[in-house]
């Protein structure tokens, strides 16, 4: 579930149903912006994502979560984000401190 820009596995193995707007939209500008970190020294930034579905029939996760963890210092920040549109209600707000974070890590 890593974006290719980020080393992902850019076949099919590594796809997971996300709302066009959110995938292209707030989860883009995340992964463009930790892509930005490649800079850093290897293994300083870990990228946790986890798609949670609502049960164990359905095919469309409900909530994707991420975790942003600077391994040298310990700081970190984690994230739920609706599998909708945006993100849901509070995706954008979630996508600037999730930019913010890796801004203030180095990722430029």
């Known amino acids: 579930m890593i974006g290719s820009q980020l080393g992902g596995y850019g076949g099919r193995i590594n796809l997971v149903p996300q709302d066009l707007n959110f ?28 798609a949670d579905y ?11 979560s991420l975790t942003l963890e600077n391994r040298s210092t310990g700081d970190s920040v984690s994230f739920a984000f609706s599998n909708v549109d945006l993100g849901g ?20």
Do not use: H
């Not at 995938?23 to 990228?47: D, H, M, T, V």
């Not at 707000?93 to 974070?101: E, K």
């Open 23 to 50: 995938n292209r939209g707030n989860w883009a500008q995340i992964e463009n912006k930790a892509a930005a970190c490649a800079s850093l020294p290897a293994e300083r930034i870990f990228y946790y994502v986890r």
């Open 54 to 64: 609502g049960n164990s029939t359905t095919l469309v996760p409900s909530t994707m």
């Open 89 to 108: 209600s509070n995706g954008t707000n979630q996508r600037i401190d999730a930019v913010d974070f890796l801004d203030e890590q180095g990722c430029n």
